[in-house]
């Protein structure tokens, strides 16, 4: 039976949990890839983050000023922001079974979900979110009013994108930012994350880490022996009949265990590690980067391996996570009832997510939902 009207849902409604320890297990890195600023839609696979090159010293750092990506992914593929992610991961790997997968989403939107569940997480949190049923999986898509912001000259604003730009060293020409994939289990659901990363660290002479995490190392082994390139390496992939986004082959793969999270600050109002915990734990980021400033100018900066305290505040907000699974399967039968699609709200200051059915065109190209109905390859 169709849903015919808003099904409201509060915090409250998962007090009942069973208290059992729940945790994210089992993290593979599956793909990436970076955007490349081109006339079409172009994405290049695998890609690589930047490299983070700190200068030597303390260094004054300009202003942010200019047009900065909100939601990149909506900007320059707006028919379907959450097809790159399939691109990128059936180009790596072409046989990975989607129907194993319960949930496909972006970093921010589980952030979101936190912040129902638990407001103080991520203060003053309303949003949209699009999800659509396929088989038993859901794919869940933010919306952004605003999806670029422009900072005049001389506006006061902060100055994260330009420390990024004297602080990190672009890998791929015409990179304006990188995206992975992972997957993991938690909670009886297995997750399959999109988030952007700043950057990573060197540990050896070619500029890539050599230390991969073992539950990265099997799915990256064969990956790392192939996708070294050298410029005349780069060839051009089109996607499908109809499609609009371009692939590129190019870059090289850098495990997990070196990607990092940067954050800038006034020395006044430092960076507490709860401030950007969740974001971490959602993407199991281990290293940040916490630099300070009095008036642009930055004292050298270090890389900080937070694997410990993500995992202390993982501990710490067991009450909050066990919520998340339930929350998420709940949206997924509602979904199902609304026939497939829906979309989910927190208005500002309510306390509550309503989910009503969605009229709207499919998230994806027609040729991508055919994975789902794909025999599995035989043992």
Same mark, same amino acid.
């Given at each position: 039976m169709a849903l015919s009207q808003i099904v409201e849902i509060l915090p409250g409604d998962f007090d009942d949990i069973e208290a059992t320890s729940v945790s994210i297990s089992d993290v593979k890195h599956l793909s990436s890839y970076n955007w490349i600023s081109a006339r079409s839609p172009t994405i290049a696979v695998p890609g690589t983050p930047a490299r983070w090159s700190p200068p030597r010293g303390p260094q004054q750092v300009k202003m942010d000023s200019g047009v900065y990506f909100i939601a990149e992914n909506a900007i320059r593929n707006p028919k379907s922001p959450v097809e790159p992610l399939f691109r990128a991961l059936y180009f790596e790997n072409p046989s990975f079974d989607i129907r194993s997968i319960d949930i496909v989403t972006d970093r921010n939107c589980i952030r979101q979900l936190l912040s129902f569940i638990n407001p103080s997480l991520e203060k003053g949190q309303h949003f949209t979110l699009h999800a659509?049923?396929?088989?038993?999986?859901m794919?869940?898509?933010r919306t952004e009013k605003q999806k670029r912001q422009f900072i005049k000259p001389g506006e006061k604003s902060g100055f994260g994108h330009n420390f990024e730009k004297k602080y990190t060293t672009h890998r791929v020409k015409g990179s304006t930012s990188h995206h992975r994939i992972i997957s993991y289990s938690f909670g009886a659901l297995k997750f399959l994350i999109r988030h952007?990363?700043?950057g990573y660290v060197a540990t050896d002479k070619a500029g890539y880490s050599n230390t991969?995490?073992?539950s990265t190392s099997d799915s990256l082994t064969g990956k790392m022996k192939s996708v070294s390139l050298s410029q005349s390496d780069v060839?051009?992939? %089109?996607t499908p009949a109809g499609c609009k986004l371009s692939i590129r082959k190019d870059g090289k793969a850098v495990p997990l265990a070196s990607t990092l999270e940067i954050k800038t600050r006034t020395i006044k109002r430092p960076l507490r590690m709860k401030d950007v915990a969740a974001q971490l734990w959602i993407s199991q980021t281990p290293k940040l980067v916490r630099a300070y400033h009095t008036e642009g100018n930055f004292q050298p900066p270090e890389v900080e391996d937070v694997t410990s305290e993500v995992k202390s505040w993982e501990e710490l907000h067991q009450v909050d996570l066990r919520k998340l699974a339930p929350l998420i399967q709940k949206i997924i039968e509602i979904t199902k009832e609304c026939g497939g699609t829906a979309v989910i709200k927190r208005q500002p200051q309510s306390k509550k997510? %309503?989910?009503e059915k969605a009229h709207r065109d499919r998230m994806l190209p027609m040729d991508l939902y055919d994975k789902w109905n794909?025999?599995?390859p035989e043992l």
């Amino acid at each position: 039976m169709a849903l015919s009207q808003i099904v409201e849902i509060l915090p409250g409604d998962f007090d009942d949990i069973e208290a059992t320890s729940v945790s994210i297990s089992d993290v593979k890195h599956l793909s990436s890839y970076n955007w490349i600023s081109a006339r079409s839609p172009t994405i290049a696979v695998p890609g690589t983050p930047a490299r983070w090159s700190p200068p030597r010293g303390p260094q004054q750092v300009k202003m942010d000023s200019g047009v900065y990506f909100i939601a990149e992914n909506a900007i320059r593929n707006p028919k379907s922001p959450v097809e790159p992610l399939f691109r990128a991961l059936y180009f790596e790997n072409p046989s990975f079974d989607i129907r194993s997968i319960d949930i496909v989403t972006d970093r921010n939107c589980i952030r979101q979900l936190l912040s129902f569940i638990n407001p103080s997480l991520e203060k003053g949190q309303h949003f949209t979110l699009h999800a659509e049923v396929v088989n038993n999986t859901m794919i869940l898509c933010r919306t952004e009013k605003q999806k670029r912001q422009f900072i005049k000259p001389g506006e006061k604003s902060g100055f994260g994108h330009n420390f990024e730009k004297k602080y990190t060293t672009h890998r791929v020409k015409g990179s304006t930012s990188h995206h992975r994939i992972i997957s993991y289990s938690f909670g009886a659901l297995k997750f399959l994350i999109r988030h952007e990363t700043d950057g990573y660290v060197a540990t050896d002479k070619a500029g890539y880490s050599n230390t991969v995490n073992q539950s990265t190392s099997d799915s990256l082994t064969g990956k790392m022996k192939s996708v070294s390139l050298s410029q005349s390496d780069v060839s051009l992939h %089109t996607t499908p009949a109809g499609c609009k986004l371009s692939i590129r082959k190019d870059g090289k793969a850098v495990p997990l265990a070196s990607t990092l999270e940067i954050k800038t600050r006034t020395i006044k109002r430092p960076l507490r590690m709860k401030d950007v915990a969740a974001q971490l734990w959602i993407s199991q980021t281990p290293k940040l980067v916490r630099a300070y400033h009095t008036e642009g100018n930055f004292q050298p900066p270090e890389v900080e391996d937070v694997t410990s305290e993500v995992k202390s505040w993982e501990e710490l907000h067991q009450v909050d996570l066990r919520k998340l699974a339930p929350l998420i399967q709940k949206i997924i039968e509602i979904t199902k009832e609304c026939g497939g699609t829906a979309v989910i709200k927190r208005q500002p200051q309510s306390k509550k997510l %309503t989910i009503e059915k969605a009229h709207r065109d499919r998230m994806l190209p027609m040729d991508l939902y055919d994975k789902w109905n794909e025999k599995k390859p035989e043992l």
